[in-house]
Structure formats: C-alpha cells, structure tokens
C-alpha cells in the first residue's frame, strides 16, 4: 500500500481536507454510509485503513465492544491516538495484506477509501471473510472504477479551468494509475466493477448494498461539489458473510 500519508507536506495538505478537520459529518458520503452499519452493540470491529480512526470511535460510540484500527501510516496512526482515543479502541501501525487476520474473531470489518491502494483485492477479500464471523460484515467504500479509469483522476477543463467532461480511458486494464492529489503525485490500483463486486460473490460474500455515493444535498452549494453529481467517485458496497 502506498505511504504517501507519512510524507510531511502531503500529511499536511490531507489535514486541512474538511473530512480531515470535521470528520465523519463532514464526509460527502457520510450520509449514505452511516445507514449501511450493521447494529454494533457487544461487537467486535476492524478497521482497515482507519486513518484519523473516526470509524473506529463512531463504532464504540455505537456500542461496539472493541474495536482495531490498522493503518500503514505512522502520522495517521499517531492523529487516530490523539484524536479519536477510547479504552475500546487500539490502533496498530500495519498494513492491510500484512495483518494475521484472525479466524472467526470480528463481527464487522470497515475500510473507508483504502483499498483503491490494493492491487490484489481477492486477496484481502479472502482474508476478510477468513476473519469475520459467520453472519458478519464487510463494509467499504472504495473510489469508483469510473473515478480510478479517469485520466490522472480530473477534469478536461476550458480555457476558464472549468470542468467540461470526465475522461475514462483503458477501463478494462486493471492496475496502477499515477494522480496529481493535494498537490503531489499519488499511485493508486483501478479495479473494474466486475473484479469489485464478483469477486467478493466468488469469495462467497452476499451482497446486501451497492451504492454509488452522491454528495448529502445540504452540500451541493459548497465550491466545486455541485460537479461531483456529473460522474460517481466513490463506491459503497455492505456484504455479509453467510450464517
């Protein structure tokens, strides 16, 4: 997984982001994920990728037992600790395909735009479905194939700098693509649908909820976010693990 998030003036540019400064109400798809969680009381959750760790403070806050944040980044892990502590939380410096994964431990395993950074998603599928309960949760949002195919991920934009169309190239060829984010070149994985969703049917998941995320409407009037109706960035997907 990239570490770009350890590097200072990128960290610092993320942590003016409003999802940085105002957390989870602050995240355009907020309010489509929120009804996506399962009930958490006594649970157990992972958190892969948990960055300021809001996922893992909103799980116990639901009544969540316990509850790990993983992620790679060590200024993500130390912002998550300073940020967002609770007695049932812990937080581990750790990369997604390198934790154990324990068998039958977790009753609902969350990722919020971090496996986009995976090129082997079966794998962490399998992994995931090895380490949750029979009856458990796998509830991501990861950035939408249509997002991830964009050329360098913008706009074709006029003379003005205004956004004339999104372009989508090389769809179906999975694998790296190089971005410009928060002023610094970024390396992520796309992923076609038909790899994001059949893959977990094939890993033996029940897809519960497949949803394109749209900005809450209470939104729509803040610079720039009118345009995010114009094509889908993120991809939130609810699957069960079968009782």
């Known amino acids: 997984m990239n570490n770009i998030y350890d590097d200072k003036a990128f960290f610092d540019a993320y942590s003016r982001m409003a999802r940085s400064t105002g957390g989870l109400e602050a995240a355009g798809e907020w309010h489509q994920l929120q009804p996506l969680f399962p009930a958490m009381e006594g649970?157990?959750?992972?958190?892969?990728?948990?960055?300021?760790?809001?996922?893992?403070?909103?799980?116990?806050?639901?009544?969540?037992?316990?509850?790990?944040?993983?992620?790679?980044?060590?200024?993500?892990?130390?912002?998550?600790?300073?940020?967002?502590?609770?007695?049932?939380?812990?937080?581990?410096?750790?990369?997604?395909?390198?934790?154990?994964?324990?068998a039958g431990y977790y009753d609902l395993v969350v990722s919020n735009l971090a496996l986009h950074y995976l090129a082997d998603l079966d794998d962490i599928y399998r992994k995931v479905f090895s380490t949750l309960r029979a009856g458990g949760v796998f509830l991501f949002n990861i950035e939408h194939p249509v997002f991830t195919a964009g050329v360098r991920e913008d706009w074709v934009r006029d003379a003005e700098g205004r956004p004339v169309c999104w372009p989508v190239d090389n769809y179906y060829y999975p694998g790296e693509r190089t971005t410009l984010f928060l002023g610094q070149e970024v390396k992520k994985q796309h992923h076609t649908l038909t790899q994001i969703l059949m893959g977990l049917i094939r890993c033996g998941f029940v897809l519960e909820a497949v949803e394109e995320a749209m900005p809450d409407p209470s939104m729509l009037d803040l610079p720039g976010m009118a345009d995010e109706m114009r094509r889908p960035m993120m991809l939130l997907v609810k699957a069960r693990k079968p009782v």
Not at 68 to 88: F, H, Q, T, V, Y
């Open 43 to 102: 649970s157990r959750v992972l958190d892969l990728g948990c960055g300021y760790g809001w996922h893992c403070k909103y799980a116990v806050e639901q009544g969540a037992a316990e509850a790990l944040g993983l992620d790679l980044s060590e200024k993500m892990i130390a912002e998550a600790r300073a940020r967002n502590a609770d007695p049932r939380i812990r937080y581990e410096v750790c990369g997604i395909a390198e934790y154990s994964y324990p």
